[in-house]
Structure formats: C-alpha cells, structure tokens
C-alpha cells in the first residue's frame, strides 16, 4: 500500500470508527479505483470489443456493520448524512447521492443474496467527478462492503452483473460492462482486453520492452450525470442503426438489436444505405472495434506508439462519428493530441462532460502541464478555476483491504 493511499486508509479508519461507534479494529475500508478505457470507446453497450485500466486514484468506503439493518453515510465528496433501513433502500430519492448505495442494496436483494446487516461508513473519492466511471466505483465500494458486512462471497463476475443492475435497472443508464469490468478485474501494468458479447476476458501484461508509461487525466472542471446527457441517446441511435443494417441484409432483428450483433459484411454492404446520423454511429463502432484488435496487438509487441496513435485516432473518431464531447473537451484533446510526450489521448468515459485521459512519457509531466494551462483557461475561463491535471499510474482492481 502506497504512502498517500496508507494515509487515507487510516485517517477514513479513524473517522468511520467514530461515526459508528466501533473501535477502530471493527472498521474495514473498501477500495474501488478510478479506471480509463485507452481502446474501445462508446461500444461496450453494444456488445463492442473494449480495453482498460485501473487507476491508481481510488473511491475508499471505510466502514462498519450495523445490526440494526440500516445504513448510514457521510460523505466527503457530498454533503449531509443520509440514512435508510436496508428493508426500505427503494425511498431513497433518485436525485440524491446515496442512490447508489440503494442500488446496491437492491441489486444484492433482487439476485436472492440475503442482506440483512447494513452499515455506518465514510465515503471519499481523491480525482474530480467525471469521465472516470467514479458512478461504477462507488456501486462497486457499496456492493463489496454489503457482501463483507453480510458475509456474502461473490464472484467477480457476479458483481459484474450486480453493478451493471444498479446503474441499468435502478439509476436508467443504459451502459454495459466495460466499467465495472475493468475496476473489479485490472491488474497493474497490464492491459485488460474484455469482449462484452461473450464477457470472455484476458489480461495482457506489458512487455519488458514497452516504454514506460503514465497517465494523464485533464478534468475539464464540468460534471454532469450522464443520464442528463446525450449518452442514452446515443444508445438508442446505435441500436437503430443495428436493426436496420440487418433489416436491409434480410437478416432477422433481435428483440434487443446490437450492433455486434451485425456481421462486419453486412455492415460493409449496407454501409452507405444508412440515414444520418446512424451511418456516424455505426461507422464508429465498426472502427473502433477494429482498433482495439489492432491495439491488442500493438500492446502485446511493446509498441506503445502505435497504441498511442490507435488511441487519438479513437478520440477523433469519438469527435467526428459518434458526434460526443463539449467545447472544453475538445480543446484538452486537442491539447493533448499535440503535445510532446503523450504517446495518444481521447474523452473518458462517456465523453460529453468530465475529463480527457492520455498515455504519456515520464518526465514530460510538466511540458504537458506548461501546454494545457497555456491554452486550456484563456479559451475556456468559465472554467479557469476548476479545471484540474492529475498524472497517475495503473493499479489493481477492487478490494476490501
């Protein structure tokens, strides 16, 4: 355990101890990390082929068990204390930050886990809220403190689905399982490749030969919820283009029609038939399908520069095709695109507010840093006070330490 996370951990062991009420010993701290997707943007809902990484920034949830069936939460990120019966999880209002918790009450619940204990914790994120999937960390943090307080084992694979239900059945966001994948399965150093068809998964270590490497988060100082976005609309374009393109091939459509559930030939048949804007999304995925395969490829020879390129080609794309993004997002990656030192850089996460993350040299921390802040806060100063650069490195995934 590094310094600064060692710190965290014992000053939120502390603070949880004396909201519950319990000694200090009693008090255990869930670990979820922030995570990024270098290959596989926006096509995980539609059964697409993604990589990831964990970071090693994290949400810790430091808590204790409570008999009494009710949970109680501070958090440091949010204000007020929230509190709900594990019995009575579905009245907690869905504007409120405890939702999430309530979720994940629910999502334990609904799968038949007997969840009788609640709990009394501290919850405290270390990066800005957006683009880093810190809505499936803290689901994670949840659901992995319920099952200890419960005494509940759990599979990686079952929480998968468990935080997939909590972000799908209870908040309404229509994603997939690139999100909880990769901060419930990352190791350090590697790079995880996940097909969400088939949820078959590996972990691809870096070779001896890579460069090394870190990474670069760019917060554009904006956050929303993305189901306040364009990203469930996004979804609904991309399975329209699914249903047609199979329509036009003669082929029957699914109830639930994907994308991936289009044979690549189809889509190279059909391409040109397709209306604005489906012809964008689709386009989109068929090409960022195929630069993650390249980028699989790319990572397991060491080729951190052709990973890097695979990477800004998906962020233009994400631009160009799939029609994401905001000004200020724009103008990180651009920034980024263009600065020395960073191998290739994209949108995190669902990309129309929150950060801009990137591969990048150690050492050219700071010319990165001088290229941002030189352009980032004249072109945008609404935003000159709360943007943020935060430079990071790769982690494991979701623990209870």
Known sequence: MSGALGERVERLTLE???????????????????????????????LGRVTGMALDRCLLLAFAPTDDGTVRLRSHDFDGLVGFPVSDARSVPQDRWPRYAAGAV?????????????LAGIVEGDLPIGGLSSSAAVSVAYLL????????????????????????????LNNGILD??????SQREHLLF???????????????????????????GLSASLTATGYNQRVAECRAAAEELLRLAGLAVPGD?????????????????????????AR?????????????????????????????????????????GCPELVTLYETLRDAEGVYGARFSGGGFR???????????????????NKVFPEKHPHVADTYELHFCGSADGAEVL
Request: hydrophobic share 45%; with cysteine; proline share 7%.
């Open 106 to 118: 629910l999502a334990l619940r609904d799968a038949g886990l007997p969840v009788r204990c609640g």
């Open 354 to 372: 929150g950060s801009c993350i990137g591969l990048v040299a150690p050492g050219s921390e700071e010319s990165i840093a001088e290229a941002v």
């Open 194 to 220: 996940l097909d969400c068809l088939d949820e078959s998964w590996g972990l691809i270590e870096a070779p001896g030969a890579m460069p090394a490497f870190g990474i670069v988060v760019a917060y554009s």
């Open 145 to 172: 403190a319920l099952e200890a307080a419960n005494d509940l084992a759990v599979s990686p694979s079952q929480n998968i689905r468990l935080e997939q239900y909590v972000e799908n059945v209870h908040i309404g």
């Open 16 to 46: 949880a101890a004396d909201f519950a009420g319990v000694y200090p010993g009693d008090v255990r701290v869930a670990r979820a990390p922030y995570r990024i997707c270098p290959l596989g943007a926006h096509v995980d809902h539609q």
């Open 257 to 281: 029609p994907r994308l991936r559930h289009v044979p690549p030939e189809v889509y190279e048949a059909h391409a040109g038939e397709l209306p604005e804007p489906l012809a964008k999304r």
């Open 180 to 185: 909880q994948s990769v901060i419930l399965l």
């Open 284 to 324: 989109h995925f068929f090409t960022e399908n195929a630069r993650v395969l390249a980028g699989r490829e790319a990572w397991a020879a060491g080729d951190l520069a052709g990973f890097g390129k695979l990477i800004t080609q998906s962020g233009q794309s994400s631009i160009d095709q799939y029609e994401c």
